[in-house]
């Protein structure tokens, strides 16, 4: 994907907004649909049908007559590439699509491909009937031909050209490193470099204003429009870093050792059920939002596609109690977050490093891509190129 900032004007907004709305409700209607669906009762209606339904339902409700059929026809064959991917196996079942969280629609085929440069930092892009919007050309545009126009939700529209862009090649030296991902360190290589995720903005302050204000109220609406807009800052400056930071290891090592991790299963709740409570839940909240705030799961997935076909997954068993130097297995040797120190041939060095050098050193169990990597089923599956072993 080749993402842009949309600058539509303020009728274009009105309009952008409705294909959302219309794309959202056929969604929702055909996963309405299957959900009646059960075994004995025949097949549910395919694309074909639905077709036909929107075709009637155009006819007689005269909201849905008046947006654009392209985009409407487009959620329908997104909903059933989401089916069939549902059965095949790769891909959760479709969920239901909520205004103001999942506020998009995606054009394919000859619409798509209408993109015209203005200048050095400005291009446009036909949208059907909402006409000519700039776009900020932040890089060169691909030749794509399907787009996706999404609003996210501090109000910011964006344009995401699909295309497979070129692996990251490597530098052709052989070298092989290990990275242990972490909480204080996020990123430790076994050759002793080191990376930081930046530190997100604090939003207590803006969440408790807002646990005192009065729902319905318009002070209420206000400060969810400023929490909303600080968690996408944090959240942009996380993209930012594991961009970049995947991008650089990428071209520097050929092949790249990680943990195979479960970071969904690590960052479960504790509280437990109403007949069995957690313990710690406290501070097991507090460990899964420093996971979270890392973004262990992004660099990952940007790695793996990058380096494709370069990156190997380790069994993440005893990396961390392991000496890289004798081998030796010992829960005692970490004296601190930092030190660690082998009580068996007196190897001493620094914690991350030492479990990075032992992933560095480890056997690959999968190279198909790290477990924690999750499909959202709020937005249309996308084909992925096969990357060669």
């Not at 639905?50 to 005269?62: D, F, I, K, P, S």
């Not at 060095?349 to 790290?370: E, L, P």
């Amino acid at each position: 994907m080749s993402r842009y900032r949309l600058y539509p004007t303020p009728g274009q907004r009105a309009r952008l907004l409705d294909h959302c709305a219309h794309a959202r409700y056929v969604w929702n209607l055909a996963v309405e649909q299957q959900s009646w669906w059960r075994p004995g009762r025949g097949p549910a209606p395919g694309y074909a049908e639905q077709n036909r339904q929107l075709t009637e339902a155009r006819a007689t409700v005269e909201w849905l007559a008046a947006g654009s059929v392209i985009v409407q026809q487009q959620a329908l064959r997104d909903f059933a590439q989401a089916m069939s991917n549902f059965f095949a196996g790769t891909h959760r079942r479709p969920t239901w699509r909520k205004a103001g969280r999942d506020e998009g629609f995606r054009i394919v085929g000859a619409s798509a491909g209408r993109v015209e440069q203005l200048n050095r930092r400005w291009s446009r892009v036909l949208v059907p009937k909402v006409g000519w919007i700039r776009f900020r050309r932040s890089r060169p545009v691909p030749a794509a031909k399907s787009y996706r126009v999404t609003r996210d939700r501090t109000g910011r529209w964006h344009i995401a050209f699909s295309v497979i862009p070129e692996p990251v090649p490597g530098p052709g030296t052989g070298e092989v490193v290990g990275i242990d991902r972490g909480v204080v360190v996020t990123l430790a290589l076994s050759d002793g470099a080191t990376y930081q995720a930046p530190n997100d903005r604090s939003i207590e302050r803006l969440q408790r204003r807002l646990s005192r204000a009065r729902r319905g109220s318009h002070r209420r609406q206000r400060l969810k429009a400023q929490l909303a807009r600080l968690h996408a800052r944090n959240a942009d400056a996380r993209k930012d870093w594991a961009e970049k930071t995947s991008t650089e290891i990428a071209h520097r090592y050929d092949l790249i050792h990680l943990e195979k991790l479960r970071v969904r299963d690590m960052t479960r709740s504790a509280r437990g059920a109403v007949g069995q409570q957690g313990r710690h839940v406290r501070q097991k909240a507090g460990l899964n939002r420093s996971i979270l705030r890392s973004g262990w799961s992004l660099f990952a997935t940007r790695l793996a596609q990058k380096a494709a076909g370069r990156v190997e997954y380790i069994n993440p068993a005893f990396t961390s109690q392991r000496c890289s130097a004798c081998g030796t297995i010992d829960r005692q040797a970490r004296e601190s977050q930092a030190v660690w120190r082998c009580r068996s041939c007196g190897y001493a060095a620094n914690a991350d490093r030492n479990a990075a050098r032992n992933i560095a050193a480890g056997h690959a169990v999968s190279a198909q891509g790290d477990l924690e990597v999750l499909r959202s089923m709020n937005c249309e599956p996308q084909h992925v190129a096969s990357s060669a072993a």
